[in-house]
């Protein structure tokens, strides 16, 4: 039976850039290889047209995707939950037609969020297959009850199924890549999207990512990923980001997607996330000959007890050997820091500095403070610290420092750094900041906007001529 399905990405966050909700392309292609009709509504692009969508669209079912809980920083604690309660109302006002909920902040808290949304139904984890087969079921009245990832309501209590982590060969075609979405995203951030693989067998403590999308690592077909990276060439993109948790899970995996890139010969730069372990030099030049541009490292601290207490499973001579090798490529690295968590103290702060200056050229961006999820070592670890408790739902963020540690202390510290060292950057930006990132980004500035704040601060250390206040 052929469905009609109206597909809605509730993110709305535009920091630090907006982002294409390539979850939805996926979801898009899947239903679409099952007989469905898929229609789009991206509440960020579209503006507020959700009645008029669903009226002129009529669908037979609903999916909203929540991405964003909040935006992971301790001082200005947006959240995003909330849009899923509106939209959730606001459906419900113009259709009976069953609303179904996913998306990687979904699976994070299933339960409390199927509630707030007032859905039917919820899929936790990759959405493709438990998608398919729920729509198939409601429309045949099969039972649900075995449908992988599922999440519903039996006697008053939400039920979650296991999950089953797939293949993911599924491929996306120019379908599912709505033109004026896409035009959207290129205007507005500059880049495009691309996923090579799934889920994350490694142990940080407080790592949501194997929450989502699991522990073993599924890497997708190198033919079919070097497909879509030339059609991001074809939409227009001169920049792409590869989403992986980690890109580099393995050299086997870099390898053969590399090499695939290169079989295509595209021009098109990129970035990812690389775990600095296991990289060498000739890894290192094939990702740059395969076009990568920048990479964000998962560094976390510089210093190798506080690595250790996070579970990292690598040290800093491992960071400081990975730097090497991309400046070596001319590659643009980031890392990023979470100060104050698990064995930190101001200590450790002052060698993960010290350290710092051993790297080459690098951006660190830092923040203050790990955000506690369930699922995750760290919750276990504040329960038990008398932080939190087990009742609490977590929705609203909640961090864990240190104890003896204080927020405005490490503030503190990170401003001094910032201050001495123009690569190191307060990671919570400012309203100032935001529009100077929009201001860049409308001067069709593509690529992490990380480095051009380094150079100007060592361009422009006190200040960026002609601006009314200091966005660095
Ligand atoms: C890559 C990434 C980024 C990149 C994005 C680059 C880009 N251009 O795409 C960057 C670094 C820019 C980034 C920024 C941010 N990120 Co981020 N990011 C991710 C990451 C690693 C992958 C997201 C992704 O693209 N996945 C691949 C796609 C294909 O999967 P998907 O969207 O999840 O969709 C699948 C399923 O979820 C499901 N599904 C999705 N929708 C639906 C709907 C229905 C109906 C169903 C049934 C299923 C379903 O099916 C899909 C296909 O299998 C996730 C962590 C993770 N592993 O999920 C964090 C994550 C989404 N980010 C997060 C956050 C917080 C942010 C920021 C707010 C951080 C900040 N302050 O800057 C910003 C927000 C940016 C924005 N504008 O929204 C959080 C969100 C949770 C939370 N705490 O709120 C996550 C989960 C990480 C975490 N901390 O746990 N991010
Ligand atoms: S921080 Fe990176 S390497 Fe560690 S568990 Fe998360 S995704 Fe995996």
């Known amino acids: 039976m052929a469905s009609r399905i109206l597909l809605i990405s509730a993110n709305r966050c535009t920091s630090p850039d907006p982002v294409f909700p390539l979850g939805l392309a996926h979801l898009s292609a899947a239903l679409r290889a099952a007989g469905h009709e898929v229609k789009w509504l991206d ?17 037979d079912f609903v999916g909203i995707s929540l991405r964003n809980i909040d935006d992971v920083l301790i001082r200005r604690r947006e959240v995003f939950f909330g849009e899923l309660v509106s939209l959730g109302e606001r459906i419900r006002r113009v259709t009976r037609s069953p609303v179904i909920v996913g998306g990687s902040g979904f699976s994070i808290f299933p339960e409390q969020l199927l509630e707030l949304a007032g859905a039917d139904y919820g899929v936790r984890g990759e959405g493709e297959a438990g998608l398919v087969a729920l729509i198939r079921a409601l429309e045949t009245g099969e039972p649900v009850e075995s449908i992988p990832g599922l999440v519903y309501r039996r006697s008053g209590k939400v039920v979650l199924n296991d999950r089953e982590m797939r293949d993911c060969a599924q491929g996306t075609d120019a379908a599912d890549w709505p033109e004026a979405l896409v035009d959207f995203y290129l205007q507005s951030g500059g880049l495009l999207n691309v996923q090579t693989q799934r889920g994350c067998g490694f142990r940080c403590c407080y790592c949501t990512y194997p929450v989502i999308e699991g522990r073993q690592h599924r890497g997708r077909p190198p033919e079919l990923v070097a497909e879509e990276f030339e059609r991001l060439c074809s939409l227009g993109a001169q920049y792409a980001f590869v989403v992986d948790s980690v890109f580099n899970s393995s050299a086997r995996h870099v390898r053969e997607i590399c090499e695939a890139l ?30 990568l541009s920048h990479i964000e490292f998962g560094s976390d601290s510089f210093c190798d007890d506080v690595l250790q207490a996070y579970g990292k499973g690598f040290g800093f001579d491992e960071i400081q050997h990975s730097t090497q090798l991309a400046a070596k490529e001319n590659i643009e690295a980031c890392h990023f820091l979470i100060c104050g968590g698990p064995g930190e103290t101001m200590d450790t702060l002052e ?33 038990q610290e008398g932080i939190i408790s087990k ?27 910032a201050a001495e060292s123009p690569g190191w950057i307060v990671g919570d930006p400012s309203p100032v900041y935001l529009r100077f ?11 992490p906007l990380w480095s051009y704040l380094a150079l100007m601060r060592r361009l422009w250390p006190q200040g960026i001529p002609g601006m009314e206040s200091n966005p660095i």
Do not use: H
Not at 43 to 59: F, H, I, K, N, Q
Not at 437 to 447: D, K, M
């Open 43 to 59: 509440v960020l692009s579209d503006g507020d047209g959700l009645e008029e969508a669903v009226t002129e669209t009529r669908p």
């Open 437 to 447: 990132v929009e201001r860049l980004r409308q001067r069709g500035v593509v690529g």
């Open 391 to 417: 009742e609490e739902g977590l929705l609203q963020p909640k961090y864990y420092l240190a104890p003896g540690l204080d927020e405005a202390a490490l503030f503190g510290a990170l401003q001094r750094f």
């Open 351 to 383: 060698a993960s500095y010290r350290n710092a200056q051993k790297l080459p050229a690098s951006v660190v961006m830092a923040v203050v403070g790990m955000r506690i999820y369930p699922g995750t070592p760290l919750y276990d670890r504040a329960v």
């Open 262 to 291: 290169l079989r295509r010969n595209l021009k098109l730069k990129w970035g990812c996330f690389l775990r600095p372990q296991g990289l060498d030099a000739a890894l290192m030049k094939l990702m740059a000959r395969a076009g």
